[in-house]
């Protein structure tokens, strides 16, 4: 016997007609370009078709030299972070239909300078997410002698598990104001992964982490905005982080 | 001078000033009518009464630290460079500390009837 539902899947997609849609992409090399100059392509999209598959299928028919970084396709990798229609946000996870929008426009992430085209260098984010120290610090270990598992209750892994969702895409640090216009401010990924570990009890290295942060272009810079808490694509909040974490550091919290 | 430290200092002078400066807001507009509190010999008067010319010095020191930190900071975030962040911090100290000993003096002055 047939499943009905199956059945009802089959024929709504021979029923779906294929749109079209303008992608206006923008390009760039810093090599020899002197400014972005934006391209027009036409392309076909379903009701599933992503903004990815788009600049994929553009980059495979249309023009091979367009420059895209991509990995997972399912928002787990943070590689294919770029500004679509004006908002920070993961291609691979931005369906072309749920735009509402015939004018696609994609864009190099704010903030970050251009490599080419789509790609930007995260280098500086990785640098400020390893000045954070993102382990846990303490003289044991699960592996030394006497020492057994560090057992969390589920309420005090609630206190960080929300931060560790992190994948680095670095959305955060594109759609902050604050980055826009400090180039030595720490900016929200890093701090977010501050609070991370402080937040975490097996971590002993709170005082150090909060040290690295106390700094005239660390967690005072924070003008609470909350734009990174809005595009974050794994639903955390660095915003309510950072506050966490200036709590700590006005003996707030403890 | 930690961050966190210069920033209690911050939000502690903010708080400070708001309630000082409600409470000389208060006093103008309880004590007499506001037109007949600007009156030079109220001014003068005012000055003369030691705990409101504390109070004055009061407000200005906290307006003072605060304000000029406030300014720091917003230099800081237009611009960035070692030497560049070293004037901007030292500039507005030096800033902060004229204007202070500008506004005690006149405070001094004229409590001492020296107007």
Redesign the interface.
Same mark, same amino acid.
């Given at each position: 016997m047939t499943d009905p539902q199956i059945v009802e899947e089959q024929s709504s997609a021979e029923s779906s007609s294929s749109k079209t849609v303008t992608l206006r992409m923008a390009k760039f090399n810093p090599e020899h370009d002197s400014g972005t100059q934006f391209v027009n392509f036409q392309v076909s999209y379903e009701r599933w078709t992503t903004v990815l598959d788009a600049i994929l299928d553009v980059k495979k028919h249309l023009d091979h030299s367009v420059a895209v970084r991509y990995s997972c396709r399912q928002a787990s990798c943070g590689s294919c972070g770029m500004k679509i229609n004006g908002r920070p946000r993961l291609a691979c996870f931005t369906k072309i239909s749920e735009l509402n929008s015939d004018v696609i426009t994609v864009e190099p992430m704010n903030n970050y300078p251009i490599v080419r085209d789509l790609v930007v260098d995260l280098e500086r984010m990785f640098d400020t997410h390893k000045e954070m120290k993102p382990f846990i610090i303490r003289e044991d270990s699960e592996i030394t002698t006497n020492t057994k598992e560090f057992l969390q209750t589920p309420e005090q892994v609630e206190e960080y598990i929300q931060f560790a969702n992190c994948i680095k895409c670095g959305l955060c640090n594109s759609a902050c104001p !604050?980055m826009a !216009?400090?180039?030595?401010?720490l900016g929200p990924q890093a701090l977010t992964q501050a609070y991370r570990y402080v937040a975490d009890n097996r971590d002993k290295g709170k005082n150090e982490r909060l040290k690295i942060i106390?700094?005239?272009?660390?967690i005072?810079?924070c003008h609470f905005a909350g734009s990174c808490s809005q595009v974050c694509p794994k639903g955390v909040d660095p915003a309510m982080g950072i506050q966490m974490l200036r709590g700590h550091?006005?003996g707030f919290k403890k | 001078m930690? %961050?966190?430290i210069i920033?209690?200092i911050h939000y502690g002078t903010a708080l400070g000033a708001v309630v000082l400066v409600a409470v000389h807001i208060l006093y103008r507009i309880t004590m007499m009518s506001f037109g007949d509190s600007l009156e030079y010999e109220n001014v003068v008067a005012n000055y003369k009464f030691v705990p409101y010319a504390i109070m004055l010095e009061l407000i200005l020191v906290l307006l003072s630290v605060h304000g000029f930190n406030g300014l720091r900071?917003i230099l800081?975030?237009?611009k960035?460079g070692k030497s560049y %962040?070293k004037v901007v911090t030292y500039g507005c100290l030096a800033s902060m500390a004229i204007l202070i000993a500008y506004g005690s003096r006149t405070i001094l002055m004229t409590s001492m009837g020296m107007t």
């Open positions: !604050t !216009t400090d180039s030595s401010f106390d700094d005239s272009h660390g005072w810079r550091l006005l | 930690r %961050e966190s920033m209690k900071v800081l975030e237009l960035q %962040e």
